[in-house]
């Protein structure tokens, strides 16, 4: 095999000619901004920022730490190796810092390659002052992205005949002011393939690339947007990039990772309204108050709230046991949230004080937070706590659950009669046959029990009882917990490497039957095996809920029966999965215990008698005389209030044998329907909660509060209208009227610059994320202005707005190298040609399992596994079977804490926080996830097998195929000859299996294709 992967490796050196010279596109913004601001700003910014300059150092901008202190500079641009700061995060010389905490290996390698990269600071200041202004509302006035944007006049050119549009003119004036020329127009069948993913995130069909490469009539490329904008697709690519920003994810990562089973609704949500085209304006607002906006029917209520679950999605720590503090972490994460995706601002950061460089107090940041505390996204903030969600009605789904909940009511009003005509006729006969009070007589004389009859008393507390602490295992890898819950209150719970299990040691004195206890708290059902000697005891044992994790609902329940010899023996319990909080074991012999069910149960069956009129008549006999009961005083007794049918709460255990059947048949079908009872649809979402205004809270701490902070708007952005809220609202249909009035500064800003960075492969501002005081500055203010005006003017049409970007020169130049051009614009922030782009690990995923021709289309729903807040394992994704489906990436689960190794190896957004652009790197896992992973050895097989199975078909004709799916392009020659001596070296290698020979060889060449620079790249 070795011989097979460098021939391949070959194969590419010959097939994939380069046809851009390089990518000269960096990702400097990105890494700096979500990896290395974090990192100098936290750990750093304390004893080395504004307030504090430690051995006179300074770490807020690029110039402070090129300068240094006084052991000179920090950063050497270039020079990782050379650089003072790497050096004493890294290494600890010629001293240790952070002096308290290590940085993560993760941090040290994010500054060792930013620093490789040249230590590229957006909007970075050219001095270093002695002390950092204080930004206010005044201030903000001097932001160009606090403005409204005003719509320019599309500038006048030299070469009108290149443009377009008036985007061109705005692209070209820049240019030609620098004496740069535009790029020359793509190749067609570039342009095709360009389009296609870009809209749908697939590659074309060979038959779409031909028919646009031989249609040359003038709108043939506007057509062909049009129908591209028409396809579902088109959502599901668009709809993918909004979820990076509304950090989508099936669980809930932290703490506490459990499944959001319902948030596919949300996504589907996302998905509809982007091939819908809802406007804008209206699809910011139902995510941020949906629910309450007016509704023409039930359908649009439910979509209106499912659109809500924008507010509830997010990462929480479930387990936090300060409520409050849980609350307002999960405000502070649905705020800067909210600021990021809609905004590009980082509201977040005046949570403790007031921002550091952008114009929002800790007042403002009150104001926003009070309308999200005044929302209700949580039932509760116990541990563990619980999102909220509402039922959403759907067609179909809806009616089919009335109709069986219907059938439902009628079968148990049907069982109820039965049992209640059965529970008449064993009272009546009671009365005149005796038997039952009888035989119970005799059962109490012959096993001489004392003591009254009392289920609730455990075994555990009777005497002989045997109990076995948790915590104090022999062996096992549960965890022992002697202070979460209190002074000598010790659990055990989760271990590490699975199965979680403790072996206990005990000794019995005597011979016989014992009684085996459980006592635990569970908040969830996590049924444990239980082995006494290696032999199971029952199917499973503490299985049962009871209400919480935490000590004060720690129960006692029975396990099982067991014959035990005099002897020592071991106790073993074990689980391939989370465990319940366990306490005690008790283990009991039978003659100390106070109930002996089983003999109960054995009496019951052969008299013949109903087991719970048995029951009843123990009980009372305990109770009141001990012994076999006088014939005559029976039906005194039954017919008195306090006689043995007083308490019968279980009916059906009063009814005959016969009866008893012909209930457990009608029980057994109810149970059958309950199970199979279509669930009630239900989305995470959005309510209004308990209102009120927030005060500050003082360095972020909610015990330490400062000034009232009515709910308002940041006051340094400057709008026209500023909408009131009512006494009674949460404010979040006032914020987002705010938000989305025409002329506000920063909403169609923002989301045209995302547009164009997903189109570009950059923004007109680099930070797209990032509008405040260090993000960057507009390359081309003028055009950015002018998209947004448009966009507005558009009713907030996405879809136009694509029209507007590609049918224009601008978009549909190649990516040729120029070097004089490079030398002025290395970074092409004015757009002198198109970007190559590494496709996103979904549209690689897609693609590959596109052009082997077993792409699943169908829409919407979800592939989840796990109920809802159920555990989501740490090994979910490399273990569940539905991301080895052929349905589209953006339905497979999102797994926080546990990415599919593939999104993984592709750059996948981090879907625990908001991300407007993706980090692309090159790493060694990316080119083994496309030589060896179980996706591509599959769809290679499956693609090589379609290949052969046109008999008539020649290797050339095979050879063209292949390109044309992959690349959307036909081979050259000297690519077509190389393949064939390429397959034919393969047939002979495999020659030792003729049968398979051929399909080997091919499966190989899909596998080379694949795995190259073309394939993975958009030119």
């Known amino acids: 095999m070795p011989r097979t992967l460098f021939a391949i490796l070959t194969l590419q050196l010959f097939m994939i000619p380069a046809r851009c010279a390089g990518n000269f596109q960096t990702a400097d913004a990105t890494l700096f901004e979500k990896q290395v601001r974090p990192v100098l700003q936290g750990k750093c910014a304390s004893c080395h920022g504004p307030e504090k300059q430690k051995s006179g150092l300074r770490v807020d901008s690029r110039a402070a730490l090129m300068a ?19 050096h004493v995060v890294e290494k600890g010389e010629p001293y240790s810092m952070p002096p308290k905490e290590k940085l993560r290996k993760e941090e040290i390698l ?4 930013w620093i490789k990269a040249g230590a590229g600071w957006p909007g970075d200041p050219t001095g270093v002052t002695s002390k950092a202004p204080v930004p206010s509302a005044q201030s903000g006035a001097s932001l160009w992205s606090f403005k409204p944007p005003i719509a320019p006049a599309p500038p006048k050119v030299a070469d009108s005949g290149w443009c377009r549009s008036p985007i061109d003119r705005f692209i070209l004036a820049g240019l030609e002011a620098r004496g740069m020329r535009p790029a020359p127009r793509v190749a067609r069948h570039l342009l095709v393939r360009r389009a296609t993913i870009d809209l749908t995130g697939l590659p074309p069909t060979q038959d779409e690339v031909a028919d646009f490469v031989n249609d040359e009539s003038p709108d043939s490329f506007s057509r062909l947007v049009d129908r591209l904008l028409a396809s579902p697709a088109y959502g599901e690519r668009w709809g993918r990039h909004w979820l990076d920003l509304a950090r989508y994810a099936d669980s809930n990562g932290m703490d506490e990772n459990m499944a959001h089973a319902n948030a596919f609704r949300y996504r589907d949500w996302v998905i509809r309204a982007f091939n819908q085209d809802k406007p804008y304006d209206r699809f910011l607002t139902e995510q941020l108050a949906g629910d309450l906006l007016p509704a023409a029917d039930p359908d649009e209520r439910s979509r209106n709230i499912t659109a809500t679950g924008f507010l509830v999605i997010g990462p929480k720590m479930l387990a936090e046991d300060d409520p409050r503090k849980m609350e307002m972490d999960i405000v502070d994460e649905q705020l800067d949230t909210m600021g990021r995706a809609f905004l590009g601002m980082t509201f977040g950061c005046a949570r403790c004080h007031d921002h550091k460089y952008d114009p929002v107090s800790t007042a403002d940041y009150y104001a926003l937070a009070g309308i999200f505390k005044s929302t209700k996204t949580m039932e509760n903030f116990r541990v563990v706590a619980m999102w909220h969600e509402r039922p959403v009605p759907e067609n179909g789904a809806s009616s089919l659950r009335e109709k069986a909940l219907t059938d439902i009511k009628v079968r148990r009003a049907e069982l109820d009669s039965l049992i209640d005509a059965g529970f008449k006729s064993v009272k009546a006969d009671a009365t005149l046959n005796h038997a039952a009070a009888i035989a119970a007589g005799h059962w109490i004389e012959s096993e001489k029990v004392s003591g009254a009859l009392s289920p609730a008393m455990p075994a555990a507390e009777t005497s002989g009882a045997i109990v076995l602490e948790a915590e104090k295992f022999n062996r096992g890898n549960l965890i022992r917990d002697f202070t979460s819950y209190g002074k000598d209150i010790g659990v055990v719970y989760n271990g590490g490497k699975l199965p979680n299990f403790a072996e206990y040691d005990f000794t019995t004195t005597s011979e016989g039957i014992y009684q085996i206890d459980t006592r635990h708290a569970a908040a969830e059902a996590r049924p444990v095996k239980m082995l006494i000697d290696g032999e199971p005891v029952g199917e499973t044992v503490a299985a049962h809920v009871t209400g919480s994790w935490t000590p004060e609902t720690q129960k006692w329940n029975f396990a099982a029966f067991v014959s035990l010899k005099r002897a020592k023996h071991k106790l073993r319990i074990e689980r391939n999965g989370p465990v319940p909080h366990l306490d005690k074991f008790a283990v009991v012999p039978r003659k100390d215990m106070r109930t002996t069910p089983m003999d109960l149960v054995s009496l019951a069956k052969t008299r013949n008698l109903p087991i719970g009129l048995t029951r009843a008549w123990v009980a009372w006999l305990q109770e009141n005389k001990n012994r076999v009961p006088d014939e005559r005083e029976i039906p005194g007794i039954i017919a008195s209030a306090t006689g043995p049918f007083k308490a019968a709460k279980d009916r059906d255990q009063f009814v005959r044998t016969v009866d008893k059947e012909q209930i457990e048949v009608i029980k057994s079908s109810l149970a059958k329907s309950e199970k199979e009872l279509p669930a009630e649809p239900m989305a995470m979402s959005a309510s209004e909660g308990s209102i009120g205004d927030l005060k500050v809270h003082l360095r972020g701490n909610y015990l330490t509060l400062g000034k009232d902070s009515p709910r308002d708007f940041p006051k340094a952005i400057e709008t026209a209208d500023r909408p009131k809220i009512g006494a009674g609202a949460s404010g979040r249909l006032e914020l987002a009227r705010w938000i989305t009035q025409k002329g506000h500064p920063l909403t169609s800003r923002v989301l045209v610059n995302r547009v164009w960075h997903w189109h570009f492969g950059g923004g007109l501002v680099r930070t797209p994320d990032n509008f405040g005081a260090l993000g960057s500055r507009p390359a081309n203010q003028p055009l950015l202005d002018w998209l947004a005006t448009e966009f507005e003017k558009d009713g907030w049409s996405i879809k136009k707005l694509h029209q507007r970007i590609m049918n224009t020169s601008t978009y549909q130049m190649s990516c040729a190298y120029d070097g004089d051009s490079f030398r002025q614009d290395p970074d092409n922030q004015l757009f002198w040609r198109m970007n190559r782009k590494r496709m996103e690990a979904e ?4 693609g590959v399992i596109f052009v082997a021709g077993d792409l699943d289309r169908t829409t919407g729903g979800s592939l ?5 807040h159920k555990y989501v394992t740490s090994t979910a994704s490399e273990k569940f079977d539905q991301y080895h489906v052929d349905r589209r990436t953006v339905y497979l689960p999102i797994t926080r804490s546990s990415l599919y190794e593939f999104l993984q190896a592709f750059d996948f957004a981090d879907p625990g926080s908001s991300n407007g652009e993706r980090v692309t790197t090159t790493v060694a896992p990316q080119a083994l996830a496309l030589l060896n992973s179980r996706l591509v050895n599959e769809k290679t097989l499956s693609w090589a097998a379609k290949l052969l199975s046109d008999s008539a078909a020649t290797d050339q ?5 292949v390109f044309l799916a992959a690349y959307s392009r036909p081979p050259e020659k000297p690519e077509t000859e190389e393949a064939a001596r390429f397959i034919a ?18 499966q190989e060449f899909c596998r080379a294709i694949l795995a190259s620079s073309e394939f993975i790249h958009v030119d």
Do not use: C, H, Y
Request: no cysteine; net charge positive.
């Open 985 to 1002: 070296a393969l047939k002979t290698r495999f020659s030792g299996d003729p049968s398979k020979a051929s399909l080997k060889a091919w």
């Open 864 to 868: 989840m596994t796990v109920g809802n």
């Open 110 to 113: 994010a500054i060792k390659a």
């Open 68 to 86: 240094g202190g006084e052991s000179g500079p920090a950063i050497i641009p270039g020079n990782p190796d050379a650089s003072l700061l790497l």
């Open 843 to 846: 549209v690689i995923r897609d």
């Open 957 to 961: 004709k095979r050879i063209r195929s």
